[in-house]
C-alpha cells in the first residue's frame, strides 16, 4: 500500500452509517408504539384521530413494518460495508412510499391533523431516498462489498 493511502470509508461514512441507524430504530420504536397502543391510549384521543390508528388495514401497517425494519436492516448492512445495503433500503423506500401514500391520501390525517401533518412524511421520504443515494454511492466507491 503507498503510505499515507486512504483504505476503506472515511469518518463520515461511519457518522451517517450510526446515524441512519439511530433514525431507523426510532422508526422502530416509532412502529412498535404504535402497533401496541392500549385501548386506555386509543380512548385518550379524540374520535378523529382514533380512528386513524384504529383503521389502518393490515397492508399498510404491513408497509410500515417493511419500512421501518427495513431501513434498520439498510442501516445494519451500510455499518457492516454490505453491498446488499443498496437492495435493502430500495425496499425499505418503497414499503415508506406506500404507507406514506396510505395515510397522506386514503386516510383524513390532514384534516385532522393539520397541513404541518404532511411535513414529518415529507422528511421521512427524503431521508429514506438520501440514504439510499448515499448507500449507492458507497458501493460505487467500493466501500461495500
Keep these: 500500500m503507498v503510505e499515507g493511502a486512504i483504505s476503506g470509508p472515511a469518518r463520515g461514512f461511519w457518522i451517517i452509517g450510526v446515524l441512519a441507524l439511530v433514525w431507523n430504530l426510532l422508526g422502530v420504536v416509532s412502529y412498535v408504539m404504535q402497533v401496541t397502543m392500549t385501548p386506555e391510549q386509543l380512548a385518550q384521543m379524540q374520535d378523529a384521530e382514533r380512528l386513524l390508528y384504529t383503521d389502518v388495514p393490515a397492508w399498510a401497517t404491513g408497509a410500515y413494518a417493511i419500512a421501518v425494519f427495513g431501513g434498520t436492516l439498510g442501516a445494519i448492512a451500510l455499518l457492516l460495508r454490505k453491498a446488499w445495503a443498496v437492495p435493502v433500503f430500495i425496499v425499505s423506500l418503497l414499503a415508506i412510499v406506500v404507507q406514506m401514500g396510505h395515510a397522506m391520501f ?3 390525517a390532514l384534516s385532522v391533523l393539520g397541513p404541518t ?3 414529518m412524511p415529507l422528511v421521512i421520504v427524503l431521508i429514506a431516498v438520501g440514504l439510499l443515494l448515499y448507500a449507492r454511492r458507497a458501493r460505487a466507491s467500493g466501500w461495500l462489498r
Excluded: L, Y
Design 117 to 119: 401533518a404532511a411535513i
Design 106 to 108: 386514503m386516510t383524513d
